[in-house]
């Protein structure tokens, strides 16, 4: 067994939370190289990067793999917000069992079938944290009633804003994955009172940070971060810049012997080069020229053919998205349709049973896309 000492340095995760408008998106934006997957259409405003906002939980999915492909371009991908990706994936669960809701389950099945799918997709933006790509939640807080157990009565707190019901168990899921939890709220400085001693109204109203935890909301970090801060992005930055700059030198260390190949590389008459991925090629430069121009010649002829896909307005939204992400037609899915016996060809597929298009088309697109793949290499060439 292997014995790993001291600190190990890694990209972080990080969910931010607080009430609408307070300011995490803005915050969000200023860590390292953002990508946005902008669930609920909130970032209009800001001037960053974003995908198209997804419509399916599929299309979520998706995007975060395409994003995993991407390092070296984005340092952070941002899920704004995370409870607007829940609601995403109740959707899904719903309609893979063929529920019109999550309450049908009965017995709170339909919570665990949740947790269990959201859990994956935890799972899935760990992978895009161990690629080196820092993943940043936002979330809205929500005002709940809590009572603990070894004490007398209750109180008010904020919670993340996942799931209604106290048998959904997404909340604490969220929270045991990140490694900071941030409360993002307006600070109450004081309470003014009348001349009857009765409360008035608030005074104040700072835009904090909170860090750590407290009986009135949920928060955590394991950076020594003070309890309360400004909502500045200067007082976390050091968390974030650190690894941008050993990413940085890391990267450097890696191209310099790429760069020692390519003055190394004249011998065997001259005849050897090296890409940019340091691969020797010991080919004459006419055969490597050559072919290069073919490439780009064949690249480019498939690039005029792949124009973008014309869809039927009235196909239903999440599928849209998807078949318009992929180039995939609506022939295409029609003759995929009819090769399984649920639909005769030809048929409209906006007048397909909404339970079909997003239990079996859309939360199985995986497989439908296999399947038109697969149709298309069948094509023979003329």
Same mark, same amino acid.
């Given at each position: 067994?292997?014995?790993?000492?001291?600190?190990?340095?890694?990209?972080?995760?990080?969910?931010?939370?607080?009430?609408?408008?307070?300011?995490?998106?803005?915050?969000?934006?200023?860590?390292?190289?953002?990508?946005?997957?902008?669930?609920?259409?909130?970032?209009?405003?800001?001037?960053?990067?974003?995908?198209?906002?997804?419509?399916?939980?599929?299309?979520?999915?998706?995007?975060?793999?395409?994003?995993?492909?991407?390092?070296?371009?984005?340092e952070t991908l941002i899920i704004d917000t995370v409870d607007w990706a829940e609601m995403l994936c109740i959707e899904?669960?719903?309609?893979?069992?063929?529920?019109?809701?999550?309450?049908?389950?009965?017995?709170?099945?339909?919570?665990?079938?949740?947790?269990?799918?959201?859990?994956?997709?935890?799972?899935?933006?760990?992978?895009?944290?161990?690629?080196?790509?820092?993943?940043?939640?936002?979330?809205?807080?929500?005002?709940?009633?809590?009572?603990?157990?070894?004490?007398?009565?209750?109180?008010?707190?904020?919670?993340?804003?996942?799931?209604?019901?106290?048998?959904?168990?997404?909340?604490?899921?969220?929270?045991?994955?990140?490694?900071?939890?941030?409360?993002?709220?307006?600070?109450?400085?004081?309470?003014?009172?009348?001349?009857?001693?009765?409360?008035?109204?608030?005074?104040?109203?700072?835009?904090?940070?909170?860090?750590?935890?407290?009986?009135?909301?949920?928060?955590?970090?394991?950076?020594?971060?003070?309890?309360?801060?400004?909502?500045?992005?200067?007082?976390?930055?050091?968390?974030? @810049?650190?690894? %941008? +700059? #050993?990413? !940085?030198?890391?990267?450097?260390?890696?191209?310099? $012997?790429?760069?020692?190949? /390519?003055?190394?590389?004249?011998?065997?008459?001259g005849w050897t080069s090296v890409d940019n991925q340091g691969n020797v090629d010991n080919r004459p430069p006419s055969?490597?020229?050559?072919? @290069?121009?073919? %490439? +780009? #010649?064949? !690249?480019?002829?498939?690039?005029?053919?792949?124009? $973008?896909?014309?869809?039927? /307005?009235?196909?239903?939204?999440?599928?849209?998205?998807?078949?318009?992400?992929?180039?995939?037609?609506?022939?295409?899915?029609?003759?995929?349709?009819?090769?399984?016996?649920?639909?005769?060809?030809?048929?409209?597929?906006?007048?397909?049973?909404?339970?079909?298009?997003?239990?079996?088309?859309?939360?199985?697109?995986?497989?439908?896309?296999?399947?038109?793949?697969?149709?298309?290499?069948?094509?023979?060439?003329?």
């Amino acid at each position: 067994m292997e014995v790993i000492s001291g600190k190990i340095d890694k990209k972080k995760k990080v969910v931010l939370y607080g009430p609408e408008g307070i300011g995490k998106s803005s915050l969000a934006s200023q860590f390292p190289k953002p990508i946005f997957i902008d669930t609920e259409g909130s970032t209009t405003e800001l001037t960053v990067d974003r995908l198209p906002k997804p419509n399916s939980w599929t299309m979520l999915n998706q995007q975060v793999d395409w994003v995993k492909q991407q390092v070296g371009r984005f340092e952070t991908l941002i899920i704004d917000t995370v409870d607007w990706a829940e609601m995403l994936c109740i959707e899904s669960v719903c309609s893979t069992h063929n529920k019109k809701g999550i309450e049908d389950f009965g017995y709170g099945n339909g919570y665990v079938y949740v947790k269990e799918e959201f859990g994956r997709f935890l799972n899935k933006l760990s992978d895009v944290i161990d690629i080196g790509i820092n993943v940043v939640l936002t979330a809205h807080s929500q005002i709940v009633k809590f009572e603990q157990p070894d004490e007398m009565g209750s109180y008010d707190r904020y919670q993340l804003k996942l799931g209604k019901k106290t048998s959904s168990q997404t909340a604490p899921l969220v929270k045991e994955w990140a490694d900071m939890v941030l409360f993002i709220n307006y600070k109450t400085y004081s309470v003014a009172t009348d001349d009857k001693g009765k409360k008035h109204k608030a005074q104040g109203g700072v835009r904090t940070i909170f860090t750590t935890h407290h009986p009135a909301w949920d928060a955590k970090n394991r950076h020594g971060l003070p309890d309360e801060m400004s909502l500045d992005y200067a007082n976390i930055a050091h968390i974030f @810049n650190s690894n %941008t +700059q #050993q990413a !940085q030198v890391q990267q450097q260390t890696q191209t310099a $012997p790429t760069i020692q190949q /390519q003055q190394d590389s004249q011998q065997n008459n001259g005849w050897t080069s090296v890409d940019n991925q340091g691969n020797v090629d010991n080919r004459p430069p006419s055969e490597v020229y050559g072919q @290069n121009e073919q %490439t +780009q #010649q064949f !690249q480019q002829e498939i690039k005029e053919e792949q124009q $973008p896909v014309k869809l039927d /307005q009235a196909i239903p939204q999440s599928l849209r998205d998807l078949m318009a992400m992929h180039g995939v037609s609506e022939e295409e899915i029609q003759i995929v349709v009819s090769q399984k016996g649920y639909y005769p060809m030809g048929t409209p597929i906006a007048n397909y049973d909404p339970g079909f298009v997003n239990g079996v088309l859309v939360g199985a697109w995986e497989q439908v896309h296999g399947m038109v793949q697969n149709f298309r290499n069948s094509i023979p060439f003329s």
